[in-house]
């Protein structure tokens, strides 16, 4: 449960103006007193760890005690992944150009390090392509990323110019995903998100896994929309959800392409979760890794792994009919933490 200091700390550090425009979003949603929920947020914050975007993101004003104390709030989730992940091999995930070597048998594209290549090796690595997705090197999230088309670019000296002034890290192949996943949303890769656990003998498990949706012009998939995957049929479960949580916005098809998402067919999702597994123990010294992983036509590829899981997206209200969090599954595999 939370810390006795955790409500002093919520308080310390919050947000009022936002924290204010969260309690009206509650009210106009559910109907329920201001006042009554503002007193029964502090209450989670103290009970259960939940922030007051805890509060509004999974509905704990419609939730139990029983149905409420099963969900990975923010304070829980930041103590499982420092329990679980050993930050002396937090480099490894966090700089690009050391994930794609130690995991170059699961990334499936070329790749250069632009701070060790020389210009003649840039000016060779560009030649035989037609784009080049770009990376910047302690970066998460997409922010940063752009896909270069290359004859974009007056001469090579002009393109080398942008990628230095840039200061990018990496310059790799653009993933070109399988038909299924363009039909959904071309301009971006939609990835999956596939979150693996390392119990407590040592054996990786898949807990998760959503498909990711760009949309709106957008050339990353982050921060659209998002929704579960069936890990074993490779069916997408439910609506999607906004990927900005707070908005609780639920989309039955996407917004560009209209392509109805309950029920959609995903290819190599075996595969995938087959990788993931796999790839897990490359760093067993990191237990929680969220992976994200491209879908081509000649099977999955990971793109990053996170060493840092976002806990909201995979126990939202749409998504959690049964009203359960996560936090069952995640004791049930590692009952050594103790939260």
Not at 90 to 112: A, P, S, T
Not at 182 to 201: F, H, M, P, Q
Not at 210 to 231: E, R
Not at 326 to 339: A, N, R
């Amino acid at each position: 449960m939370a810390d006795k200091g955790y409500i002093f700390k919520v308080l310390a550090h919050a947000s009022f103006g936002k924290m204010k425009n969260v309690i009206k979003a509650v009210h106009k949603k559910s109907g329920k007193n201001s006042i009554s929920i503002f007193f029964d947020m502090l209450w989670c914050a103290k009970r259960y760890g939940a922030g007051y975007y805890d509060y509004q993101i999974f509905a704990f004003y419609n939730l139990n005690k029983e149905q409420r104390k099963t969900f990975v709030t923010r304070l829980i989730s930041k103590k499982f992944n420092t329990y679980m992940n050993d930050p002396e091999y937090d480099h490894l995930f966090n700089n690009k150009d050391e994930f794609n070597v130690l995991f170059k048998d699961y990334i499936g594209r070329g790749f250069l390090e632009l701070e060790k290549a020389t210009k003649d090796e840039v000016k060779d690595f560009v030649s035989t392509r037609e784009y080049i997705f770009c990376k910047m090197k302690d970066l998460e999230c997409g922010h940063g990323c752009e896909r270069l088309k290359i004859s974009d670019f007056a001469d090579f000296e002009a393109l080398y110019d942008y990628l230095t002034d840039k200061k990018f890290c990496t310059i790799e192949d653009n993933i070109v995903q399988h038909p299924a996943l363009s039909k959904l949303y071309s301009n971006a890769v939609n990835s999956l998100r596939i979150i693996t656990i390392i119990d407590d003998n040592n054996v990786p498990h898949c807990v998760y896994l959503v498909q990711k949706m760009g949309c709106g012009g957008s050339i990353i998939d982050n921060n659209c929309l998002f929704s579960p995957v069936d890990p074993e049929t490779g069916v997408i479960k439910y609506p999607a959800h906004s990927g900005d949580t707070t908005k609780g916005i639920v989309y039955n098809e996407h917004p560009d392409t209209k392509v109805h998402i309950q029920g959609y067919q995903l290819p190599f999702i075996k595969e995938a979760v087959d990788m993931c597994l796999k790839a897990a123990m490359v760093v067993p010294q990191v237990r929680y890794v969220g992976w994200d992983v491209a879908l081509t036509e000649n099977g999955p590829v990971i793109i990053e792994g996170n060493n840092y899981c976002a806990h909201d997206f995979w126990q939202l209200p749409p998504h959690t009919p049964d009203k359960i969090g996560m936090l069952p599954t995640i004791t049930k595999l590692v009952p050594s933490f103790k939260y």
